[in-house]
């Protein structure tokens, strides 16, 4: 693959011309990146426009160098960015970028490899992190050329314009990061503190929202999107998954599912009783989707498991349970009579934001369960509630 000459002093819209990559291609993608802008954006209405924007801009942009480091993590989320389902995104992400150091898609190794993210770490860039920096034992858990990751990962920030943590190891340390935390694992803010950190969280994030978040960047001057208290991309994590969920008219019915073959599961029901999270979950999963548009967890059936949130997995496990006296919609009710239809959906309508407030208000697994398995199946006691 050439990351280099061709780029030097041609925007990419000459270069994707160069590449013979076809324009409706472009515009393809653009659309796809609109879809996901116009989540929290009026351009929702008008997303052939967006798409024409997003077009003329991204076109209009030159030779951005990336550093894309993988640090403590299992390429997931590299796999979410340039496996999305369709040639569009994926060959789309490859092209846009100067990725002048990736471990997975470089064709150079060893020293070569050395050399090209100490050449790229001299000039401005924009430096991408997947995976958790373990600190444990002077980070003996992760090393890259013999460096501790965390080292890899402050050399590589110390000239990068703006940084983007993607997938739940680089936002906060997910798995690896849950109790016990064995690496003790932290997120990418926990260690480059002096430069704005962009949370693309999820385990992995939707394909879609990373070539967003990044080409948000292109578009706009090297500046980070507004984020949420969570630094996530406001334009794509400001609505909760229950709010634009095809199921909630079931929840709001008190249709649920409460059991994977039972009538209500034929039925398409809400899954809240067998566990999903998603009112406590923030994500443009239901609209965007994965897999260019194809599919999402709870459209095949599968509770949501809150992989967007920070520690998620301390928090929402057992996955397959619900947790015990989950509040509605951060005001009065348990969520139960919301079900019931006790609260109205106008009512819900108005409380979106009210989803921070719940978040607080999940209990969590208790501490004394540390060093046992987690019940990812949901085959052990639920925890006593506990304000987190
Ligand atoms: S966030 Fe999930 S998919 Fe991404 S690297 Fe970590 S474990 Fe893998
Ligand atoms: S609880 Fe889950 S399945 Fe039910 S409506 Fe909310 S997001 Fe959808």
Redesign the pocket.
């Known amino acids: 693959m050439n990351f280099g000459a061709n780029w030097q002093g041609k925007t990419l819209a000459d270069n994707l011309e160069l590449r013979g990559v076809p324009r409706r291609d472009f515009l393809k993608m653009c659309g796809a990146l609109a879809g996901v802008y116009a989540v929290g954006s009026p351009l929702a209405q008008m997303p052939e426009a967006a798409a024409q924007e997003i077009a003329d801009k991204l076109g209009a942009v030159k030779k951005p160098n990336v550093a894309w480091l ?1 640090l403590q ?8 960015t340039i496996r999305s389902g369709g040639a569009t995104v994926e060959e789309m992400v490859l092209e846009l970028l100067s990725v002048n150091y990736n471990d997975l898609v470089m064709a150079a190794s060893g020293t070569a490899a050395e050399q090209a993210l100490h050449d790229v770490n001299k000039e401005p860039h924009i430096l991408v992190v ?3 920096v373990p600190l444990k034992d002077d980070g003996i858990y992760c090393t890259i050329g013999g460096k501790s990751v965390e080292q890899v990962l402050k050399e590589a920030a110390e000239n990068a314009t703006v940084v983007l943590a ?6 906060y340390g ?2 690896q990061a849950a109790r016990p935390n064995p690496t003790g694992a932290v997120g990418v803010d926990e260690i480059i503190k002096d430069k704005p950190v962009i949370n693309v969280s ?4 939707i394909g879609e929202v990373i070539t967003a978040s990044l080409t948000y960047i292109l578009t706009h001057d090297g500046k980070a999107p507004e984020v949420d208290a969570e630094g996530r991309p406001l334009f794509a994590y400001d609505q909760r998954i229950h709010d634009s969920c095809p199921r909630r008219a079931h929840f709001d019915a008190g249709q649920f599912v409460r059991s994977f073959d039972d009538e209500g599961a034929r039925n398409g029901w809400c899954l809240y009783e067998v566990g999903c999270k998603g009112p406590s979950t923030f994500s443009p999963c239901p609209i965007v989707q994965w897999n260019l548009k194809s599919g999402w967890p709870i459209g095949a059936g599968h509770p949501c498991i809150g ?1 967007t949130e920070k520690d998620f997995f301390d928090k929402f496990t057992p996955f397959y349970k619900e947790l015990p006296n989950v509040t509605g919609f951060g005001i009065e009710e348990p969520v139960e009579k919301v079900g019931l239809g006790l609260i109205g959906a106008a009512a819900v309508g108005t409380a979106i934001h009210g989803g921070m407030t719940l978040f607080k208000s999940i209990p969590v697994r208790d501490s004394s369960q540390d060093d046992k398995t987690l019940a990812a199946f949901g085959d052990a006691p639920v925890a006593e509630k506990k304000e987190s």
């Not at 993590?73 to 979410?80: A, I, L, V």
């Not at 993607?166 to 936002?171: D, L, T, Y």
């Not at 999820?202 to 994030?205: A, D, E, F, R, Y």
Request: charged share 10%; net charge negative; aromatic share 0%.
């Open positions: 993988q993590e299992c390429t997931g989320c590299m796999e979410s997947n995976g958790s993607v997938g739940a190891c680089a936002v997910s798995v999820g385990c992995p994030p992989c």
